[in-house]
């Protein structure tokens, strides 16, 4: 379709992520297609949708993308914006992925990172060159007093840089991450907290996943010299952040709590398709006839766990020489962030290990791992349809949906062997069989309890996971936000 966008100043809600709804590629013949994006997010705002006035402004990501801002191509309710290339490499790869990731996933090696030098500099002011063109479009597009809600750790200044162009906005900010430790967020430099800091306090509501990182959250602020900021709990308030200005409170900023749930109609209805029914029978065949399957479906991300996951399942094949011949782990692990090093290294020792398994143990009628790597949304589902286990055991992760969609999705019942540093785990953890993610021989004992768990057992808590699950569906999610802000500001 080709674009509308609202005409200026005319949309009353706004969302603003790095990664939008919708994706161009340019074909061999010049034309472009468009790809849905997935995800909550999306999900979540079709609820509201462009008739609704909504707005979605997001960065353009591939030259396809590019290529359709250039020939002003788009769709109802979309602006890309065509940041320069370099610019939105520094920011996302640099600042964004390299920085305030690992911060938050506390994933430096710290004897020799982090080193922040003249190139962390330059990475910085490309930072608030984007976080800037963000604004600039935001305050561009919204109609008067209109309710700006802005995502992730990409867009941190925006919030700030936003209040100072459009003080009349509501402006909400969400963290799909974890919040980093003081002792981590500590290791920025000073001034750069305090930038952080001043650009998510510009929202008048700053909202995460679970309490955990909210709490996480307060206590990085008030740990902040300058001392600027007090958080209060006065019983029934929602918590919040004072803005002290001479011992006077000039302005407040909320922190909220909304756990995005899995999206049950939704994935009802796609994993009962037909290629998913397609990749069942490909998947019992690679499978074998009989054998139990343990199952687990990630971004191949440094935080995600993957390698240690693989060690726990090679320790269960030592631990109990039973399970050998009789169970397959399914790991599905999709390329990630390919420009950077580090993740490239990632993506080949998961290889590698899988590999390794594979030549010690394999016989000529089983392969203990099937690895794959290409993203493949209908054989994710067609996995979570008949996994008897799923192993999430990221590092640390701010909720992880697939934890979620796995009990809803589930045929018969899968029992799940989960994380307790993953923000899901405040919500599912009752059902769940709890793993240190750092100790695999703790994991190998929790998948040995896993599969040996009883099917009446595992039907049950599978059943009380999907409630859980569900319970805040992403159209959901988004409209309590948005109605908290407007309740706010009035
Ligand atoms: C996490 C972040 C999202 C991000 C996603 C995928 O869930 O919170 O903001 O979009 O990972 O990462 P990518 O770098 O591919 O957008």
């Given at each position: 379709s080709t674009a509308s966008t609202p005409a200026r100043g005319a949309a009353q809600v706004l969302v603003a992520s790095n990664r939008g709804p919708v994706s161009y590629e340019v074909g061999d013949d010049g034309s472009l297609h468009a790809r849905r994006g997935g995800g909550g997010l999306v999900s979540g705002l079709s609820a509201i949708g462009p008739d609704a006035g909504a707005l979605w402004v997001c960065s353009a990501l591939s030259d396809g993308d590019r290529e359709a801002v250039r020939r002003g191509v788009g769709e109802d309710g979309v602006r890309m914006l065509a940041i320069p290339a370099d610019v939105h490499a520094d920011a996302y790869n640099g600042i964004a992925n390299s920085v305030l990731w690992f911060v938050h996933h506390m994933l430096y090696q710290t004897p020799l990172e982090p080193v922040f030098d003249a190139e962390f500099r330059r990475q910085w002011a490309s930072y608030e060159t984007y976080n800037r063109a963000f604004a600039e479009a935001l305050a561009q597009e919204a109609a008067e007093g209109a309710a700006v809600l802005v995502q992730d750790y990409h867009l941190c200044l925006v919030p700030g840089m936003l209040r100072e162009l459009r003080p009349d906005l509501r402006i909400g900010h969400f963290s799909h991450t974890p919040w980093a430790p003081v002792e981590y967020f500590a290791m920025l430099p000073d001034d750069i907290q305090v930038r952080l800091m001043e650009g998510l306090l510009g929202a008048d509501r700053v909202a995460f996943l679970t309490w955990r990182w909210a709490t996480a959250f307060e206590n990085c602020v008030q740990g902040l010299d300058p001392y600027r900021w007090l958080p209060q709990w006065p019983s029934g308030a929602p918590r919040s952040i004072e803005h002290l200005e001479k011992e006077r409170i000039t302005r407040r900023t909320l922190i909220g709590v909304h756990g995005l749930g899995a999206d049950a109609e939704f994935l009802h209805a796609r994993s009962h398709q037909a290629d998913v029914e397609e990749r069942m029978t490909a998947l019992r065949e690679e499978i074998g006839e009989g054998r139990k399957t343990i199952v687990r479906v990630d971004r191949?991300?440094?935080?995600?766990?993957i390698v240690r996951g693989l060690l726990a399942y090679r320790q269960l094949l030592d631990d109990h020489p039973e399970w050998r011949e009789r169970v397959v782990h399914v790991a599905f692990a999709y390329p990630s962030r390919q420009d950077l090093a580090v993740y490239r290294e990632y993506t080949a020792e998961v290889q590698r290990v899988a590999d390794e398994i594979n030549s010690l143990y394999g016989t000529p009628g089983w392969t203990p791992v099937v690895l794959h790597v290409k993203d493949d949304f209908a054989r994710s589902l067609a996995a979570y349809r008949l996994a008897d286990v799923a192993l999430v055991n990221p590092i640390r992760d701010g909720m992880n949906l697939v934890a979620k969609e796995v009990p809803v999705v589930s045929d018969e019942g899968c029992a799940l062997v989960l994380?307790?540093?993953?923000?899901?785990f405040q919500e599912l953890g009752k059902d769940a069989i709890a793993v240190n993610p750092y100790d695999v021989i703790g994991t190998a004992a929790a998948l040995h309890e896993a599969l040996t768990m009883p099917d009446e057992e595992r039907a049950e808590r599978t059943k009380s996971l999907a409630a859980a699950a569900t319970a805040l569906p992403p159209a959901q999610w988004f409209l309590d936000q948005l109605n908290a802000l407007r309740d706010q500001a009035s």
């Open positions: 191949t991300e440094l935080s995600k766990n994380s307790r540093e993953a923000g899901a």
